[in-house]
């Protein structure tokens, strides 16, 4: 079993900066990937971003390329959230997966974090 504890959300002003923080602790040898999903009110779970755990590979969703940033120091993994905007507003959740290929589809990973509320205001 993995653990996952997201936190560093919070109310922010468009065009300012978030950094999110997602501690993996347990079995954490096993883990191939870990990513970011988010989820707006009324909507479905999308993707954000994705990282390899030795961290030799990133992926970024077109909706936040130059903007955000995945990255993994150790057993954290930190989404840096720069310039953001209304539409940037969901649960911010991390997830992690055992087996590969890394994956931009929620189906893709097998351990989740509780999630973490970013709220943008105009």
């Known amino acids: 079993q993995v653990q996952l504890v997201e936190s560093g959300g919070g109310l922010v002003q468009a065009g300012g900066s978030l950094r999110l923080s997602c501690v993996a602790s347990g079995r954490t040898f096993g883990v191939y990937a870990m990513a970011w999903f988010r989820q707006a009110p009324g909507k479905g779970r999308e993707f954000v971003a994705a990282i390899t755990w030795g961290g030799s590979s990133t992926f970024h969703a077109d909706s936040v390329k130059g903007r955000f940033t995945i990255s993994r120091d150790k057993a954290t993994v930190y989404l840096q959230m720069n310039s953001l905007k209304s539409e940037d507003t969901a649960v911010y959740s991390c997830?992690?997966?055992?087996?590969?290929?890394?994956?931009?589809?929620?189906?893709?990973?097998?351990?989740w974090g509780q999630g973490t509320q970013v709220t943008v205001s105009s």
């Open positions: 997830a992690a997966d055992r087996s590969g290929p890394m994956s931009i589809t929620a189906t893709g990973y097998d351990y």
